[in-house]
Every structure is written in C-alpha cells, then in structure tokens.
C-alpha cells in the first residue's frame, strides 16, 4: 500500500515537473503561439507529443518537434505554406507526416493514425485516426504517451489518457496496450525499450520484460538499416552499460549483437574480473569517462567490441592459465563482419575495426624499451585514430590493483611524452619518404610502373626506422637497396 506520504510527495513533484514543461514550452512562444492560431483558424486540433512532451517534462527539449493532428497531410501543407520557413517532401506524407521548420525548430507534424500491421514485416498499412486517445494508444511507450494541447490563444492543455506521467515519476517503461501485441505489430519497439533504459535512466516494466523475452526472435523482422540506428542511440546514451545489460538479459543481443553476450563465457586472463563481459563494459564505462563533448560512438563501439576476439581464440594453458593469443587481430575480423552485416558505413567499420586490432599494441611499450622507431610506428598506424587510441588504451586498465593500475597509467604517460617529444622533431602526423615519387623517378631513371612503389615503401620504412634523413643520405641508400633489388618493371628491362 502506497502512504499518503508518498502519494503526497509524488503529486507535488509532478506538479513541479509539468511547471516546469511549461516554462520549457512558454520559451517556444513564438512559434507554439501561431501556429496553434494557424490551425485553429481552419478548425484543427493540434496537440505536442510523444518525446516532445516527454523531454519538456525532463527538462531536455531539444530542437525537434513532434505534432500531431486531426488534419489530413494536404492540409497540413497547405496551411504551412507561406509561414513555415522551410517546408519538405521527404517521403512522409504516405505516412501522414509533414516536415518543417520555423524559427530554427525542426517540425513533424503527422496526422492521427490508427494503422494496422501485417505482423510478417513492420510495415503499417496507414489508416489515419479521429482521435488523440486513439493516436496515443499506438504508441510505443506510455511515457512517449503523453500530449500538450496547443490552443488558440497559446493556452496549453496537457493531456494523459494513459498514465504517462506516472510512469515517467516512477522511472518505468511500459506499453499503452498489452506489450505482445505492440511488440508483435513493430518490434523494433523491445530494442527502443532497451535504447529508452541506456537514454533515460528507466527500467522497464515486468511484464514489457518477460514479453521482450519471449519474443527476442521477432526482432529477425527488423532491417539492419533500422537495427544499427536504434544500437547507435543506445550506446550514445547517458546509461549504455544498462541499456546493454537489457539487451543480454532479455536475448535481444543475441539477434543483433551476439559477440557481446558471448563474452560472458569468458575468463579475463587477469582474473580481475567476473568475465571479459563485465571487463568489456568497465572499459567502455572509463572510454566515456574520458570523452568531451558528445559522445565518440567510434570510441565507444571499440571499447565495447575490443575483447570479443576472445572467445574463439580462448585456449586452456597447462597449470590452469588461459590465454587468448592474437584476439586482436580475431576481433576486428569479428567487428568488420558485424558491422557489414548491421549495414554500417565503410569508414566507420573500419575505425572501429582498426582500434579493436590496435588495443594491444601498447603492452610491448615494457618500461620504455621501445626505439623511436617503433613509436613512429605507432603514430602512423594510429593515424586520425590515435587519440582514440590513446583513450582506448588507458580504459582498458581496469585491474583492481591500485599500484599496477597507476604503473600502467605512468607508463602510457610516458609513451605520450615520448610522442609529443617526436612531434616536436619530426611531422609525425604524416610521416613520408625523404624523397617522392618523381625523385625516385629520376634518381633510378626509371618510369611510372611498380618498381616505384616498391622503392616508395623502402624509404616509407627507412624513414620509420631512422627518422628524416639528409637528401644525400636517403638517395645513397635508395641507390644502395636499389642495385640489390629484383626488378618487375618490365620497361626497364627491355
């Protein structure tokens, strides 16, 4: 039984919360105003909602919009034209949705539906509504549930058949209906269940969990389009680590990510840590720890993904070890895999790909016994990526063991001031041969053909290794490695 104590206390905090949206919409005046008169004056409703409403209650309204309306997409056009700054045809209007802006907001304005779902695909067949009671039941989640009437003169009227805000005060994400069928109709909506848990700090409902449980497989449904865009917004959330655990518990990743649960299987060599799982989500919790601004998903996916190489190249070592020998390399095979799948743009798999395979890199440092150059090499194969890198490295250190924890962080310190040390010295950020392209050309008098990028590369190296060099110096040793060299350019030869 709930005391009148804390009925009281949540009353007075919802009261507290919905001034508050008030205040955040009453700074959206100038555009709210007109254009509920503009609707008004044709005789529609007009009504604020979903995330909308639910971010100006939480205080996090951003820039985008969300509308809906008992007027048909025609309408709404026609009644924007001429005072929307920008208005677009992209596409939405089959689904009853019209795009704007004004004022620098971002609008959607989409007519009240009431579809239907064939339950094969997610695809609706689109049947717009009558009603706001009707539009809101179709909904997601009850939180996503809620409406701000938008009136004629400005007045705002908020509107919650189904107890949105309720559940918004008790943290809680539950379906309007039964969660089998709002999940059987798009089930998208348990990953959006998972991504709303990383994004707001929610747990969900039993019963919206023991449904997403037993209906994981549907997820099948989904493009991997859609699929990649809803991981994105998860890890990119305040609480991804929750929104992950979600994902694990309820089977969802085992339809979408199934590298990531499979690392629970496994033992960290260190043995610091429960599983490479925990480890993996540590390192990814300490990646972000480390971020500025928004959120590096580059960043972060690598510092989820790093370990996943290592369940397939688990090996049980004589005495009780276990080692995991060249899980580096495994793992951005793993991640490039993956992230093809998911439909990821190129370079992103690659940046990801490429920190997952270069996360080791740093345990040959030792105490410093590296040469320069071997962190020359380092920079160069870091590239762009090397302050990733650097941040990938130091949260990878999760070892409870405060003085090895703080003789690894020394260690990197060093390496850093090692690189910055080079930069000084030498153009580290883009490290080249002493001599190019056309001044091989014409130092071995040959043409444009392979033999001058086989002595590209051997400068390329030879400047890795020694650094910049003297002009008389680079031509003495390309001329040196030159009459030992095998020749493939044909045309020389004849």
């Known amino acids: 039984m709930v005391s009148p104590k804390s009925e009281d206390a949540n009353e007075d905090r919802r009261t507290r919360l919905l001034a508050a949206a008030a205040i955040t919409l009453g700074r959206l005046s100038d555009v709210l ?200 917004k998860l890890i990119g959330g305040q609480y991804p680590i929750e929104g992950i655990d979600i994902m694990c518990e309820t089977g969802l990743a085992d339809r979408v990510l199934p590298e990531v649960p499979a690392m629970k299987l496994e033992i960290d060599e260190h043995h610091q840590h429960k599983d490479v799982y925990q480890h993996s989500l540590t390192v990814l919790r300490q990646a972000i720890d480390q971020e500025q601004g928004d959120p590096d998903l580059v960043l972060r996916w690598a510092a989820l993904l790093h370990d996943i190489g290592k369940p397939p190249t688990k090996k049980n070592e004589p005495g009780g070890g276990v080692s995991f020998h060249h899980h580096e390399v495994v793992g951005a095979k793993m991640v490039r895999k993956r992230m093809r799948a998911l439909k990821y743009p190129k370079q992103f798999t690659e940046d990801v790909a490429r920190l997952v395979y270069l996360h080791l890199r740093f345990h040959g440092y030792g105490k410093g016994q590296w040469t320069d150059s071997a962190v020359r090499r380092y920079v160069t194969d870091g590239g762009d990526l090397l302050p990733r890198l650097h941040k990938l490295v130091r949260a990878d250190c999760t070892t409870r063991n405060r003085k090895r924890a703080a003789s690894l962080q020394a260690t990197y310190d060093d390496l850093e001031t090692r690189i910055e040390r080079l930069r000084e010295q030498e153009d580290l950020e883009r490290v080249r041969p002493d001599l190019d392209g056309n001044a091989i050309m014409e130092l071995l008098d040959i043409k444009p053909g392979p033999d001058v990028g086989k002595a590209w590369k051997f400068l390329k190296e030879l400047r890795l290794d020694r650094g910049p060099l003297p002009r008389d110096e680079a031509e003495a040793e390309l001329l040196a490695w030159w009459k030992q060299s095998p020749r493939v350019d044909t045309e020389r030869d004849n």
């Open 33 to 232: 105003i007109p254009l509920g008169e503009l609707f008004a004056a044709h005789g529609h409703q007009l009504y604020l909602v979903g995330g909308s409403v639910r971010d100006a209650v939480l205080g996090r309204l951003g820039t985008d919009l969300d509308f809906t309306t008992d007027a048909r997409p025609e309408q709404v056009q026609e009644m924007l034209r001429g005072w929307a700054d920008n208005l677009w045809d992209t596409g939405g209007l089959a689904f009853g949705t019209v795009t704007a802006s004004k004022d620098g907001q971002q609008l959607e304005i989409t007519t009240f539906r009431a579809d239907s779902y064939d339950r094969v695909s997610r695809n609706p067949e689109v049947t717009f509504g009558d009603t706001l009671e009707g539009d809101l039941v179709r909904r997601d989640f009850t939180v996503n549930a809620m409406a701000v009437r938008i009136g004629a003169l400005g007045e705002l009227e908020f509107v919650d058949p189904l107890g949105g805000i309720e559940a918004l005060l008790a943290g809680v994400l539950d379906t309007p209906a039964a969660p089998e069928d709002s999940f059987r109709d798009d089930p998208l909506r348990m990953l959006r269940g998972a991504r709303f848990v990383s994004q707001l700090g929610f747990h969900l409902a039993p019963r919206v969990r023991e449904a997403i449980v037993a209906m994981a497989p549907e997820l099948d449904r989904i493009t991997a389009e859609r699929v990649h865009t809803e991981l994105d």
